[in-house]
């Protein structure tokens, strides 16, 4: 076999700059298990998006950790900021968890090609640049401050920072 590498490669990745940005969801959505500490997350593949909602070479994961309070949190404002709410309020009873196996099944059909407005920062871990998702919102729909962020979530009914209540329509259902 011959190897043909080249010094110095570039594979293409890109890094988004810090700010709001669109938000592609993608195909692969997939639990993983971190060996070192036993605990799992939910890892939401996507790219993303120019001002204009077209694609670029900038590709994240947002990780959902589903051990903690905080993961149900997360995952039930990323299906509400991509229009899901509702349908996912109305196909699953309330006593069903947001981590059951079904509602993750249905996570991976429902959420690969909806979009979002996702607010990232950028932090150094273990010697390399990742991508931090602080916040998110629906397409085309980020605050440009923090005073409006207060008062699209007052028009929501919710407070800033609380998970805004579930309004979106539904968009059907594979059965």
């Known amino acids: 076999m011959q190897v043909k590498g080249q010094e110095n490669a570039d594979w293409g990745f890109s890094m988004p700059e810090e700010g709001w940005h669109g938000f592609l ?5 997939d639990i993983h298990k971190n060996e070192e500490n036993e605990k799992h997350s939910l890892w939401l593949p996507g790219q993303f998006l120019d001002a204009e909602g077209e694609k670029t070479d900038a590709k994240g994961t947002m990780f959902i950790p589903m051990d903690v309070e905080f993961g149900e949190r997360k995952l039930g404002d990323v299906l509400h900021n991509a229009g899901l709410a509702k349908a996912f309020a109305e196909r ?16 991976k059909i429902k959420l690969p090609g909806k979009m979002v407005d996702v607010k990232i920062s950028i932090r150094e871990w273990k010697g ?10 629906p397409f085309g729909k980020h605050p440009t401050d923090e005073k409006s962020a207060k008062k699209a979530a007052a028009k929501t009914g919710g407070k800033p920072g609380e998970p805004a209540k579930a309004t979106a329509a539904s968009d059907g259902w594979d059965n």
Request: hydrophobic letters at 45%.
């Open 25 to 29: 969801f993608l195909d692969g959505i």
């Open 92 to 107: 699953f009873p309330d006593d069903v968890g947001m981590f059951d196996g079904k509602v993750i099944d249905a996570v």
């Open 128 to 137: 390399k640049q990742q991508v931090n998702f602080d916040k998110v919102c």
